[in-house]
């Protein structure tokens, strides 16, 4: 067993840090405040090769294994959950999906574009009846002689507003649960794709967009389906394989951001005379936070090795989305009670970072989701 990164790897992770450290995060807390996303970064990760980072290259994707990936969200990471968000939809959940589901010509159109950001691409699933349940979804697809036609509701769909391009899942027939989903590449300027943002202000990612989109008689021709008609729930699950590593890899960064302000920090306050880092009570948070994120860390790169050897994952990458958010969540509460009443305030990015985390417990699969599809792979399905 090596455990060491390639000079390739540790290449990419060097570009991501230096992306990370000196574009992202000096200006997280002003996005997160104004409620914006830094539109900006998005050619900027273009040009790094991140927006179609595992794509071939001959449609215009940077061709790197799914390690130095999982490298690339974890540092985004560490600087701002709403930018790793953006990129686990845009490239995990989109340029993936088309990548594995696409026919050439829909390669051919989408991924180049997605690959420099010249197009934002959104996911379509979760509606107001179905969440956790994906397949109860209620959005109808009428199949014509000339096209297909939308009809229905999306919520909380990131990048929704910002979007040119949206996978959207649609039944032909909700009786027929998961077998009655087709996908369909929609162009977000299609007549009878109406979005708005999501009502009310989100607990953490606050620089993300968040849509509600709303399609009515939505008309997209034949050449705009994904996959093959019925395939809608595979093609889901398979994008969301891939999404759901980048919330792993982001969580881990995460967890380290918050570690590394921990130590930084207890460092250098001082109480009772001494640094609150001589505490012992203070040690023991610290090596433990230390120790579960090392964990996640190497949870998060054994499922993306397998993935770069062609294995199945599904299970490995649940265990590491449920360990990683779960693990990243204790951490940056333990993060914000070490900064005393400095972590209560945003002057200190860790009381962004508890905020957001709560995100990563629940898309892409809650963790009871994660539980469930875990236990599956033990015990099988009842
Ligand atoms: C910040 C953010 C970004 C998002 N981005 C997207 C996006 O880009 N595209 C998209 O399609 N969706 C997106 N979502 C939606 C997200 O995927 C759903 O919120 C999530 O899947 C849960 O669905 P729900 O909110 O309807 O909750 P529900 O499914 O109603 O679940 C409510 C609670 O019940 C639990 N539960 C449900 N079923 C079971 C069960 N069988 N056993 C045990 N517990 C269960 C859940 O775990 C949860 O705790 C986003 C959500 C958030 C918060």
């Keep these: 067993m090596d455990f060491r990164l390639t000079p390739e790897q540790e290449a990419v992770r060097q570009r991501a840090r230096d992306f990370a450290r000196h574009e992202v995060a000096p200006i997280a807390r002003e996005a997160d405040e104004k409620g914006e996303f830094p539109l900006h970064l998005v050619r900027r990760m273009g040009e790094l090769g991140f927006l179609c980072g595992p794509v071939a290259p001959e449609y215009g994707g940077a061709g790197m294994d799914y390690v130095s990936f999982a490298l690339v969200y974890e540092e985004l990471g560490w600087a701002d959950a ?19 589901w696409g026919t050439e010509e829909q390669k051919r159109k989408y991924l180049p574009r997605l690959a420099t950001g010249e197009m934002i691409g959104c996911y379509c699933l979760t509606e107001p009846n179905a969440g956790s349940d994906a397949a109860s979804l209620e959005t109808r ?11 229905g509701e999306k919520i ?69 389906l994904l996959g093959q008609p019925g395939e809608g729930f595979k093609v889901a699950m398979s994008a969301l394989d891939h999404g759901r590593l980048g919330v792993a890899a982001g969580a881990v960064g995460l967890a380290q951001a918050c570690l590394d302000a921990c130590v930084d920090f207890t460092t250098t306050r001082r109480q009772f005379g001494r640094r609150i880092a001589d505490f012992q009570m203070i040690q023991a948070t610290l090596a433990d936070m230390a120790a579960a994120v090392e964990a996640a860390r190497w949870l998060v790169y054994r499922a993306a090795w397998m993935k770069d050897q062609g294995l199945p994952t599904t299970k490995e990458t649940s265990i590491a989305k449920l360990f990683a958010t779960e693990i990243a969540a204790k951490v940056a509460s333990e993060a914000v009670l070490l900064h005393g009443g400095r972590g209560y305030s945003n002057e200190y990015p860790v009381e962004r970072h508890y905020r957001d985390i709560k995100g990563l417990q629940i898309y892409e699969g809650t963790s009871h989701i994660q539980r469930i599809i875990i236990a599956r792979h033990l015990v099988g399905k009842g």
Excluded at 141 to 151: G, K, P
Excluded at 185 to 212: Q, Y
């Design 82 to 100: 709403s930018v790793r968000g953006f990129l686990a939809v845009h490239a995990g959940l989109v340029s993936l999906c088309i990548r594995d």
């Design 156 to 224: 909380w769909i990131t990048n929704g507003n910002i979007a040119d391009l949206a996978i959207v899942f649609a039944t032909h027939d909700p009786s027929r649960r998961h077998r009655g989903i087709s996908a369909f590449l929609v162009e977000t300027s299609t007549p009878g794709f109406r979005r708005e943002k999501m009502p009310g202000k989100e607990l953490g990612h606050r620089a993300s967009d968040h849509a509600r989109i709303v399609l009515e008689e939505c008309r997209v021709p034949k050449d705009a």
């Design 141 to 151: 697809v009428r199949e014509e002689e000339d096209a297909y036609v939308l009809n």
